[in-house]
């Protein structure tokens, strides 16, 4: 279970601006609140983003969409070998498969070559070139890759083949030497809309052969697009807002055998189709075909017209899928045992993990997890053949890996990446001297890292989550990046009974706020592992949705985060950071040695606390909370139990404090944390 509890970011409430809202629209109240505490409070804007909107220009509006759509024509018409090169992710395969399918409904001489994640890795190769140009290809276009493919185009054009490059990532200074670059963030691209994913530059290249028709190229592939655009985080604003909301309908009457077996196989048939079953349901497994097997698999089945065949395949992604998630808990456990054995590992600014046996196209999922639960930024690193590392990183709001990585190029064999999420890879010999650089840039640049948030819209009351307004929420859908599922909270709610569901494995909890009551469900957490009790006062931060069996709509809601009502998030933020420093090796100013300096009645106190309670469950945060008004320093509560564990009296284990059963008389000055503190 995550113990580290998350400041809440509270965004301003404007309840006349939601009121007028909801006035102009004929809306309900709760959405229109939402829409104003998300700052769209003017009604004409709030209607445009409810209705979806229009296209808002032309294709061709993108620097050489004319000049790739009219290439492609050409080489359809001069039945030329064309070749759609693509990417083993989520994006690259729906975008592989949109192009590969509608240049075959044209008549055109078509395949489709997406390198190993494992061999080959990202994007164009001379070796896939060489091969391909040997194979009688005359036309490659790349979809979600291409754009700093310097060389290897360079190298096609030798060989006389053609290149379009289609492509949605930043480009170097230099664009490569191709026929033609459709990428949104070319310097001199005027299109207005950047925030395309290689998919959806896909669907607007086949509405640019359709002669500009938007509806025919949404009718043709908004379905595919989806899976591409939810699987690639981009912001659901703009153009993709309009993409997903034809795709989530269309996906939901999909004629297409492979992605309806997926939609089964997901466990979603006959149910509605959201963007989060979307995100949480099929892309994972398009994704796992690339991350453990083949991305060819993805595209086979997208691309299949037999029922039975469809059937099987789905099959095929839904094993590897589990495996995936196996995979991703045994890397999960591997990084805990890891920290265990040299906690120096927790304490440093950022979590750099490496594992001989891990997987790479896991490690990024993985690292999102370890953020999760440590509230710091990860790099997990895996084999890249004998000499070198491989890593993904993730961060937390306010860190940026990519200027992270740019600090340290030197020492990279490559990287690439944005603020929140980053991959490099480094040769052995220089990792110890990335990870002191990594270290010294964070010490230099951010003393204290920034602390783990949790956007929460609006406090509310259980009696305004009512079916009518929680239904109205779906307005607001598709949700995803930029436009997330609202998250509500509710302060001091008293804990009222808890409930064990799925054999355990999750958790029912009811709360009582005034005369009214509220259920959530607490995924992945069993009640025995739940460190409060009936009677607890907590703050609750939840998403809501609609829940229909038999005919009855009843407001199903999911904790997202639960805390000691009033917990000071930024008083132990601060003084986890203090104790980092101290065991990391970090000049601490004399403010900080006084605010990790405990005395002996300190030490005494929280001794008595854990022989009274028999010890502790739930980490030291829950546990600072307990005693905070005796011990106002969760800096020196760390000290404490650090000094404890060194004189073998207790032990700390997976959030447990436990007492030693053998105790001894012991002197608190020769706990090594105490030497290294008071010689600071």
């Not at 469809?310 to 094993?319: H, N, P, S, T």
């Not at 064999?413 to 480094?426: I, K, N, Q, S, Y």
């Not at 064990?500 to 999750?506: P, R, V, W, Y």
């Amino acid at each position: 279970m995550k113990t580290r509890m998350m400041k809440w970011n509270l965004l301003p409430p404007q309840p006349e601006r939601a009121r007028a809202l909801s006035e102009a629209l004929g809306l309900p109240l709760l959405p229109a609140r939402v829409l104003a505490a998300r700052g769209i409070t003017d009604p004409a804007g709030a209607e445009a983003l409810l209705s979806g909107g229009e296209f808002p220009e032309s294709p061709f509006e993108m620097m050489d969409m004319e000049k790739a759509a009219r290439r492609i024509a050409q080489a359809i018409g001069d039945g030329e070998r064309i070749i759609v090169y693509g990417d083993y992710d989520a994006d690259g395969v729906s975008a592989t498969v949109a192009l590969y399918s509608y240049l075959s409904l044209q008549g055109g001489d078509v395949g489709y070559y997406i390198p190993e994640r494992d061999g080959e890795g990202y994007g164009l190769s001379t070796a896939a070139v060489r091969q391909l140009a040997d194979e009688g290809c005359r036309l490659i276009v790349t979809v979600d890759n291409g754009i700093t493919a310097l060389k290897e185009i360079e190298y096609a054009n030798s060989l006389g083949l053609c290149v379009v490059v289609t492509d949605h990532h930043q480009p170097l200074e230099v664009l490569p030497p191709a026929y033609a670059v459709v990428n949104p963030h070319r310097k001199d691209c005027p299109s207005s809309f950047k925030q395309l994913c290689g998919a959806g530059i896909v669907l607007k290249l086949i509405c640019a052969m359709e002669g500009g028709d938007y509806d025919s190229a949404l009718d043709f592939c908004s379905d595919i697009v989806t899976l591409g655009t939810v699987g690639d985080i981009v912001p659901l604003t703009g153009e993709n807002r309009i993409i997903v909301s034809h795709g989530l309908q269309h996906i939901e009457q999909t004629e297409n055998p492979g992605l309806a077996a997926l939609i089964s196989v997901a466990g979603f048939a006959g149910k509605e189709i959201t963007s989060g079953r979307v995100a949480f349901g099929l892309v994972p497994r398009i994704n796992a075909a690339g991350r453990l097997g083949s991305a060819e698999l993805a595209c086979r089945l997208l691309l299949c017209e037999e029922e039975e065949e469809a059937a099987f395949l789905a099959g095929e992604v839904d094993r590897l899928n589990t495996l995936r998630r196996q995979t991703e808990t045994e890397i999960l456990t591997k990084i805990r045992d890891q920290m265990d054995a040299a906690p120096e590992m927790a304490n440093q600014p950022v979590l750099m993990a490496v594992g001989e046996d891990w997987n790479t196209g896991v490690v990024g999922i993985v690292a999102s997890r370890a953020v999760e639960q440590t509230g710091k930024p990860a790099f997990l690193f895996a084999p890249d053949g004998e000499d070198c590392l491989r890593a993904s990183g993730r961060s937390v709001e306010g860190f940026s890996l990519f200027e992270l990585l740019c600090d340290s190029r030197e020492l990279l064999v490559r990287f690439g990446g944005h603020e929140m999420a980053a991959g490099l890879t480094v040769r052995r010999e220089d990792f110890p001297a990335l990870c002191q650089r990594i270290y010294r840039y964070c010490a230099e640049r951010f003393p204290i890292m920034p602390a783990p948030t949790l956007r929460v819209d609006l406090l509310v009351s259980p009696a305004e989550l009512t079916v009518d307004e929680v239904a109205a929420l779906s307005m607001l859908e598709p949700f995803g990046s930029g436009n997330p599922s609202p998250v509500f909270g509710i302060k001091n709610a008293v804990l009222d009974h808890v409930t064990s569901l799925s054999e355990g494995k999750h958790s029912k909890l009811r709360f009582r706020c005034g005369n009214d009551y509220i259920q959530t469900l607490f995924f992945g957490v069993s009640p025995k592992d739940l460190p409060y009790q009936p009677g607890d006062a907590l703050d609750i931060a939840f998403t809501c949705e609609i829940n229909r069996f038999n005919g009855t709509e009843s407001v199903s809601c999911t904790l997202k985060e639960i805390s000691p009502a009033g917990f000071d998030c930024d008083a132990v933020w601060l003084g986890a950071s203090r104790y980092d420093h101290l065991l990391t090796g970090r000049p601490l100013s004399a403010a900080d040695r006084i605010a990790l300096l405990p005395n002996r009645e300190e030490f005494a106190f929280l001794f008595r606390y854990l022989v009274k309670n028999q010890g502790f469950s739930g980490g030291r945060q829950l546990l600072w909370h307990r005693v905070c008004r005796e011990l106002p320093s969760f800096g020196k509560l760390c000290v404490i139990l650090h000094a404890f564990e060194e004189l073998g009296l207790t032990c700390e284990t997976k959030q447990r404090i436990e007492l030693s059963p053998q105790q001894q008389k012991v002197h608190l000055e020769d706990a090594p944390i105490m030497q290294l503190l008071t010689q600071q």
